[in-house]
């Protein structure tokens, strides 16, 4: 059998029906806090929310979207405008095979050329595919929040990771949002992954 081919790009609010159906299942476990699964009506809106500012990038096999991961706002205070958090999901059988790995490697380039400074990832523990996924690409875990949330029955805890992109030698210019940058970058950026 041939090696599956995986492609790489932004997402459109039609992925609404397609990611949400990715998302759904994991709203059964504690990986994520939300209680209910979002409609797809709710998803799109989601998705329209997010591409207007920051990366929302669909991974597909053969056409067929098997993952994404989209950065939103930290935090709302303006402040903070140049700190992400990043949320990645990828559909059930296709973990383990490098996709996460290969979304936030493109996700850090195209965040660095929009000149966010800092991306943060929140893993309710355990979740030992999200923590070496981190790690491996370069974050540290800077917070552990105990029982910080109530979810099936239990407590849980929330590590919080970090990476920091670029540098912090004098004041940073607005971002960039990814509607701005120059569109045969991103291309590129999704293609070759850096
Ligand atoms: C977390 C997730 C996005 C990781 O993506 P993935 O494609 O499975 O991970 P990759 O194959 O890219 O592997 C990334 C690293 O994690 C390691 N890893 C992946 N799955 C692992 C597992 N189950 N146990 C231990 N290590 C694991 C890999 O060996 C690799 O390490 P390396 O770079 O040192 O070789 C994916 O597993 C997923 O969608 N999980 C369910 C949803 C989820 O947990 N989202 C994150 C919420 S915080």
Known sequence: MSE???TFRLATPDDAEA?????????????????EAPS??????RIEERICIYPYIVVEEDGV????????????RAAYDWAVELSVYLSRDCRGRGLGRALYTR???????QGIRSAHGKVTEPNEASDKLHLSMG???VGFMDNVGFKLGK???VGHYEKLIGDFDSAPDPVIPITKLDPAKVEKVLREGA
């Not at 979207?65 to 709302?76: D, E, K, T, V």
């Open 4 to 6: 599956p081919t995986y």
């Open 19 to 35: 990611l949400q159906a990715i998302y759904a299942p994991y709203v059964e476990t504690s990986i994520t806090f939300e209680l």
């Open 40 to 45: 797809v009506e709710e998803f799109r809106r």
């Open 65 to 76: 979207p098997m993952g994404y991961a989209y950065a939103s706002r930290l935090f709302s």
């Open 107 to 113: 996700m850090l380039t195209l965040l660095e050329m």
């Open 139 to 141: 974050f540290r875990r």
């Open 155 to 157: 407590w849980r805890d």
